[in-house]
Nanobody
Framework: VQLQASGGGLVQAGGSLRLSCKAS????????VGWYRQAPGKQRELVAR???????NYSEGVKGRFTISRDNVKRMVYLQMNDLKPDDTAVYYC?????????WGQGTQVTVSS
């Protein structure tokens, strides 16, 4: 399993970023995938998740601002982040939750300046 995240960067508050995650090594189309984030000194937390049939759920703090989507042909999962806030600053990780274990990408840094 490989999950390769990209798209992070430095943005001003109110700005937007789009994260991408390229997946390989497993049957992407039948699995739920998600995005987590970890801010300095804090635990890793769920941001958003999308099932194989495109059902989504979001953490309360990002609802209405972030949108998760997937392209099963390209084996990609995306996180569109709008109206970014300084509290969104974190390393963002792509996640594959399997019954045997969780798989993680290498993370991409998102920094939101005020």
């Amino acid at each position: 399993v490989q999950l390769q995240a990209s798209g992070g960067g430095l943005v001003q508050a109110g700005g937007s970023l789009r994260l991408s995650c390229k997946a390989s090594g497993f049957n992407f189309g039948i699995n739920t995938v998600g995005w987590y984030r970890q801010a300095p000194g804090k635990q890793r937390e769920l941001v958003a998740r999308i099932t194989s049939n495109h059902m989504t759920n979001y953490s309360e703090g990002v609802k209405g601002r972030f949108t998760i989507s997937r392209d099963n042909v390209k084996r990609m999962v995306y996180l569109q982040m709008n109206d970014l806030k300084p509290d969104d600053t974190a390393v963002y990780y792509c996640n594959l939750p399997l019954s045997t274990r969780d798989w993680w990408g290498q993370g991409t840094q998102v920094t939101v300046s005020s």
